[in-house]
C-alpha cells in the first residue's frame, strides 16, 4: 500500500491544504485523482508520498489520466503562501471544469507545425533580443515606445524556445486582442498556438488544457491571465504584452498578480520572464530597476518622418463647443478633414453606454441601483438602465417615480451616444464601436471586423480602453480623446497613472509612423501636469513626478498595502465590526499604519453595507501575520491590490 498527502479542490477545514490517502498502485507526483471526502467524491492532486501515517486513511476513488507538471505544483504552494490563500482555491483555479468528464477529442495534424514565414528585424529589435538573452536576470521589463516593434521581439523569442524543444505562454490583458496575437503567432507557429480564454465553453477548455498536457511537442499557449496556468511540460519562455494592465491582477479569490508569478515562475525553471510595455506602472519599473534586466527600444520599428500634431481643448470653454455639446468644434472640424481623405478616425472615451445619470428635472430623483446605490447608466439600444457594478437591469423611466413628473433627462455621455451621435453626422461612412459591451464571441471570432478597421474600412472607430492597446491602424488620420481628464479625481493613489497611460496609449495609436496624424484632446483640467506629461509621452517626466507624490504619502513602491473589507446587512453592524477590527490591529500591530475605517468606494453593493480599512507596511510579511489571525467570514480581503476602489 502506498501512502500519499493530496490537495482537493475544496476546503474541508481551515488550515488543512492536505488530506493523506492511500491507494494499491504507485503513483506519480502531479497525478490527478478523485478522492472521496465525507460522502462526496471531490478531484484532488498528488503532491507527495508520505510513510504509513498513525491513522486510518481512506483509498483513492479514481486516477485520472492527468499528471500535472512540478512547475504548477511548486508555484501553487508559493502562491497559496505569498497571498495568504488555502491551496485547494489555487489547485481548483489550476484546474478545468468538467476535468472527471470524458470528450470527444479534436484530431490536429501537428505535422504541419513548421515555421512558415520569415521574420525581419530591425537594428533595436536585434539589440533587444540579445539583452534579453544575455540578461544574468531571469525577468526582463521590455519597455518600448508604442511602435517600437516589440510584437517581433515577442516572436523571435518563442522561435528561440521552441527550437531547442520547448513551449512558450504568451499573454494579453483583454480577450480582444487574443484574435490579433493568434493571427500573429500562427504566422510562424502554425497549429502549435493553442488559444485559452473565458469564452470558451467548458468542453472547449478541457480539451485545450488537455492537448498542452499530453501532446509530446512544444506549443504557443496564448490566452488572458488564467492561462499562465497552462499546462505545459518543458516551459521555455513567459511573455506578458501591455503589462501595465490592472487585468493582470485577478480580483476574485486567488488574488494573484500574474506578473509576481510569472516572475517566481521563471526564477523556479530557469527560463526568461519578459514584460513588455509602452508605460510601465510606477511599482513594476521601480522594482525593475532594482532586481531585473530593464530593455529599452526607443525608436519606431518603421523609421518615417510623420508628425502627430497634439491639439489642446479646454472643455470649460463652451465657445468651442458651438455644434456639439461633447464634440469640440476642433475636433468635428478635423474628422471632417480626415474622411474627405479618405482616412480613419479613433474616437476614445473611457466611459461605455449612452449616458451616465438619470434624473428628474422637477424634484431631482436620480435613477439608482437599488443593490448598490450607484448611478444607473443608460443604454438605448438595450432600451434599459444598467449598473456597471452588479449588472442589474431596470426599465427606462418615462414618468419620475417619486413626483410623477415627466421632465425625466439623461446626462453624460459614453461610448453608444457617441457612436450614435457620429453615424447621424456621418451617415456615409462606417462606425464601429468597441467596448466591454461588444460581446466577446464578436470579438474573438470575427477576425474580419479586426482586418477591415486594420486596413481602414470602418473609417470611424469609437471605444473605450479596449481601442488604446496593441492595434495598428495604418491609415489613421485623427485620434479624438473625448475627455482626457475621466478618473483623473478618483480617490485612489493610482488614478493618476491610470490617466496617464491611457492617454499615452491612446496617443500612441497616431505616432507609428504610417503618416502625419492629427490628435485632439479634450479635458477639463488643461493645466494638469499628467494631462501634459501624457500629451508628451513623457514616462520619465510623470515616474519622477509620481515617485515624489507616492513618497510623500508612503504608497507604493515605498510600501505595502493590504486591504480589509467588511460587509453586513445593517450598516450599524458594519461600523461596529469595523471599528472593532481596526482596535484590534492596532493593538496587535503598533508598527504598521492604518488608514481608516471609511466607507468602501462601493459603500451599498449587492444588498451589503460595506466599510473598508487599509493597512500599510514597508514589510509585506507583517500583512501576512495580519492574515494569518482568523478574520471572519464578514471579510474580504486583497493583498496588494492594483486600486484603492
Given at each position: ?143 518600448g515606445i508604442t511602435g517600437s516593434g516589440k510584437t517581433n521581439v515577442y516572436v523571435r523569442l518563442v522561435m528561440d524556445a521552441i527550437e531547442t524543444g520547448k513551449s512558450a505562454i504568451v ?311 473625448i475627455q482626457a481628464d475621466l478618473g483623473l479625481s478618483l480617490p485612489d493613489y493610482s488614478s493618476e497613472e491610470r490617466a496617464f497611460q491611457l492617454l499615452s496609449q491612446v496617443i500612441g ?137
Amino acid at each position: 500500500m502506498y501512502y500519499y498527502e493530496v490537495a482537493g479542490t475544496k476546503i474541508i477545514r481551515q488550515g488543512a491544504d492536505f488530506l493523506t490517502y492511500e491507494s494499491t498502485e504507485r503513483l506519480l507526483i502531479g497525478s490527478v485523482v478523485v478522492i472521496p471526502v465525507g460522502k462526496k467524491q471531490i478531484v484532488g492532486v498528488v503532491f507527495k508520498e508520505v510513510a504509513k501515517p498513525d491513522f486510518s486513511t481512506r483509498v483513492v476513488s479514481e486516477v485520472l489520466s492527468y499528471v500535472l507538471p512540478e512547475r504548477l505544483l511548486h508555484i501553487a504552494k508559493w502562491m497559496s503562501e505569498y497571498y495568504a490563500t488555502a491551496l485547494p482555491l489555487v489547485i481548483q483555479m489550476m484546474l478545468p471544469a468538467g476535468v472527471t468528464k470524458k470528450r470527444r477529442v479534436r484530431v490536429i495534424d501537428e505535422t504541419t507545425n513548421s515555421i512558415k514565414s520569415q521574420l525581419l528585424l530591425n537594428r533595436d529589435q536585434e539589440k533587444a533580443i540579445q539583452e534579453i538573452r544575455t540578461s544574468t536576470q531571469n525577468t526582463a521589463l521590455l519597455f518600448g515606445i508604442t511602435g517600437s516593434g516589440k510584437t517581433n521581439v515577442y516572436v523571435r523569442l518563442v522561435m528561440d524556445a521552441i527550437e531547442t524543444g520547448k513551449s512558450a505562454i504568451v499573454l494579453v490583458p483583454e480577450i480582444a486582442l487574443t484574435t490579433q496575437a493568434v493571427e500573429i503567432f500562427r504566422e510562424f507557429f502554425g497549429e502549435k498556438v493553442c488559444l485559452i480564454h473565458s469564452v470558451q465553453t467548458e468542453a472547449e477548455k478541457h480539451l485545450v488544457w488537455e492537448r498542452i498536457l499530453k501532446t509530446g511537442e512544444p506549443v504557443v499557449v496564448i490566452g488572458p491571465r488564467s492561462a499562465l496556468f497552462a499546462p505545459v511540460r518543458d516551459l521555455g519562455v513567459v511573455i506578458i504584452d501591455e503589462a501595465h494592465e490592472l487585468s493582470y491582477k485577478q480580483d476574485q479569490t486567488p488574488k494573484y498578480h500574474a506578473l509576481r508569478v510569472a516572475s517566481k515562475m521563471a526564477n523556479n525553471e530557469g527560463v526568461k520572464a519578459i514584460f513588455g510595455t509602452a508605460t510601465p506602472t510606477v511599482s513594476d519599473y521601480y522594482l525593475a530597476k532594482k532586481t531585473c534586466a530593464v530593455v529599452r527600444m526607443e525608436r519606431l520599428a518603421i523609421e518615417s518622418e510623420c508628425e502627430a500634431v497634439v491639439k489642446l481643448v479646454d472643455s470649460k470653454n463652451r465657445e468651442m463647443f458651438r455644434q456639439k455639446r461633447f464634440l469640440s468644434d476642433s475636433m468635428i472640424t478635423a474628422m471632417e478633414e480626415t474622411l474627405l481623405q479618405k482616412r480613419q478616425c479613433l474616437i476614445f472615451h473611457n466611459r461605455r453606454g449612452s449616458s451616465s445619470v438619470t434624473i428628474c428635472e422637477g424634484c431631482g430623483w436620480q435613477a439608482l441601483c437599488k443593490d448598490c446605490v450607484l448611478s444607473l447608466v443608460l443604454h438605448k439600444d438595450l432600451y434599459c438602465l444598467l449598473c456597471h457594478s452588479c449588472g442589474k437591469e431596470y426599465r427606462m423611466e418615462t414618468s419620475c417615480p417619486e413626483c410623477s413628473g415627466t421632465s425625466i433627462i439623461h446626462k453624460g455621455v459614453g461610448t453608444k451616444m457617441l457612436e450614435q451621435e457620429l453615424k447621424e453626422m456621418f451617415p456615409k461612412v462606417e462606425v464601429a464601436r468597441f467596448d466591454s459591451d461588444t460581446p466577446n464571441e464578436l470579438m474573438l471570432s470575427n477576425t474580419e471586423i479586426f482586418r477591415r478597421v486594420r486596413m481602414g474600412e470602418i473609417q470611424i472607430v469609437v471605444g473605450t480602453q479596449v481601442v488604446a492597446k496593441g492595434l495598428d491602424l495604418p491609415n489613421l488620420g485623427m485620434v479624438g480623446v473625448i475627455q482626457a481628464d475621466l478618473g483623473l479625481s478618483l480617490p485612489d493613489y493610482s488614478s493618476e497613472e491610470r490617466a496617464f497611460q491611457l492617454l499615452s496609449q491612446v496617443i500612441g495609436r497616431a505616432k507609428r509612423g504610417h503618416r502625419d496624424t492629427t490628435v485632439i484632446v479634450q479635458t477639463y483640467q488643461p493645466n494638469s501636469e499628467v494631462i501634459r506629461y501624457g500629451i508628451q509621452q513623457d514616462y520619465e517626466g510623470f515616474y519622477e513626478y509620481v515617485l515624489k507624490t507616492r513618497k510623500r504619502g508612503i504608497f507604493p513602491p515605498y510600501c505595502y498595502l493590504l486591504k480589509l473589507v467588511c460587509t453586513y446587512k445593517t450598516e450599524v453592524a458594519c461600523i461596529k465590526n469595523v471599528r472593532s477590527m481596526t482596535k484590534r490591529l492596532k493593538q496587535d500591530f503598533p508598527k504598521v499604519q492604518i488608514l481608516g475605517p471609511m466607507p468602501d468606494f462601493y459603500e451599498f453593493k449587492a444588498g451589503k453595507h460595506r466599510w473598508q480599512i487599509v493597512v500599510k507596511s514597508t514589510k509585506r510579511a507583517e500583512l501576512l501575520e495580519i492574515l494569518n489571525q482568523p478574520l471572519g467570514v464578514n471579510w474580504q480581503f486583497d493583498l496588494d491590490p492594483g486600486s484603492l476602489l
